[in-house]
């Protein structure tokens, strides 16, 4: 599920200045990574994004520390596998749903939020956190995906819009929406199965 390539130590510059330069643990762990779900490859830059950008075109991938999305997925992790309440799913049951339901946000804070602070952590703030709970932060990239996992029974969604262009208009993502669903013990062995290959 979660695949990375790490980079040779030697291409990897130190971190400090003048005589302080160190190879702390954390930048050991730069690699290129990506997520597979199925027949997507999610964080590969898109043909156009690499041509402008002159990229590696042999590791198309998010070029970053893999401990980061390490700690990003232990951070939501508990989020992810609690399962949401079957009335609350219905409202994004369907990815057409789910992106509905963000028009909806926007629409509510546009159209008709009476600006007060109460009815705005009331109300918008109440709806988006159980989103904003199973979002997966990609603060740290150019144009970052929002990647989203959402339990339902004994699957788990994970959906993704990644439809951001750099100044040029040219798309960052290779695939710029989707859903993967996949069998809830499935994920977790998958999951675990790349947090074990990282370790060894």
């Known amino acids: 599920m979660l695949k990375f390539v790490l980079k040779n130590p030697f291409e990897i510059s ?32 898109s043909d156009g994004f690499v041509n402008q950008y002159k990229l590696n075109k042999n590791l198309p991938y998010n070029d970053y520390q893999f401990a980061r999305v390490f700690w990003d997925l232990t951070d939501i992790i508990l989020n992810v596998l609690n399962p949401i309440p079957e009335s609350v799913f219905d409202n994004i049951r369907t990815f057409g749903d789910f992106e509905s339901y963000f028009r909806s946000l926007s629409d509510w804070v546009e159209n008709q ?16 956190k159980w989103i904003h709970d199973r979002r997966l932060d990609f603060g740290y990239l150019i144009g970052p995906p929002n990647l989203y996992f959402f339990k339902n029974k004994d699957k788990i969604y994970i959906r993704w819009i990644a439809d951001y262009k750099d100044e040029n208009g040219i798309y960052i993502w290779e695939t710029m929406k989707g859903e993967y669903v996949i069998e809830f013990d499935k994920f977790i062995s998958e999951l675990q199965l790349s947090i074990k290959n990282f370790c060894n």
């Open 14 to 45: 130190p971190w400090g200045e003048g005589n302080n330069l160190m190879l702390h643990w954390f930048g050991l762990t730069d690699s290129y990574y990506w997520f597979d779900f199925g027949d997507v490859e999610l964080l590969r830059y």
């Open 113 to 128: 939020w009476n600006e007060s602070d109460e009815d705005f952590e009331n109300i918008y703030l109440q709806a988006r």
